[in-house]
Nanobody, 126 residues
C-alpha cells in the first residue's frame, strides 16, 4: 500500500522561504512522476509542480515558476518543495501526490493521481 506523508508547513511572512518534504513508501516510484498540489479555502485543488522520480525532469505551474523548486532524494524516497519569495496567495494546504498508472508525459490534473498525503498547511501573512 502506498503511503505519502508531508511535513514542513507553517506560518511565515511574505517574502520568506519554506521547504516542504514528502516521504514516500509502499512501492517503487521510478516509473511515474510525483507532484505537489495545493488547495486554498473555497478553491479547487491546483497543480503546483511535478518531478520524474529517476530522471529529475520538472514542470511547474506558471504561478510558482521561478519561486518554487521541486527536487527528490531517490535513496531516501523523499520529494521536496523549496518555496521562496512566498506570497499571501501561496497560503493553502499542500499535498504530495503519486500516480497509480500512466496518463501522459506531464500530468497536471488532480484526477490523474491516485495516491495522496494528508496535507501540510502553509500560511503566508502580510
Amino acid at each position: 500500500q502506498v503511503q505519502l506523508v508531508e511535513s514542513g508547513g507553517g506560518l511565515v511572512q511574505a517574502g520568506d522561504s519554506l521547504r516542504l518534504s514528502c516521504a514516500a513508501s509502499g512501492r517503487t516510484f521510478s516509473k511515474y512522476p510525483m507532484a505537489w498540489f495545493r488547495q486554498a479555502p473555497g478553491k479547487e485543488r491546483e497543480f503546483v509542480a511535478l518531478i520524474m522520480w529517476s530522471a529529475g525532469s520538472t514542470y511547474y505551474a506558471d504561478s510558482v515558476k521561478g519561486r518554487f523548486t521541486i527536487s527528490r532524494d531517490t535513496a531516501k524516497n523523499m520529494v521536496y518543495l523549496q518555496m521562496s519569495s512566498l506570497k499571501p496567495d501561496d497560503t493553502a494546504t499542500y499535498y504530495c501526490a503519486a500516480q497509480r498508472s500512466y496518463t501522459r508525459a506531464t500530468p497536471t490534473g488532480r484526477e490523474e493521481y491516485a495516491y495522496w498525503g494528508q496535507g501540510t498547511q502553509v500560511t503566508v501573512s502580510t
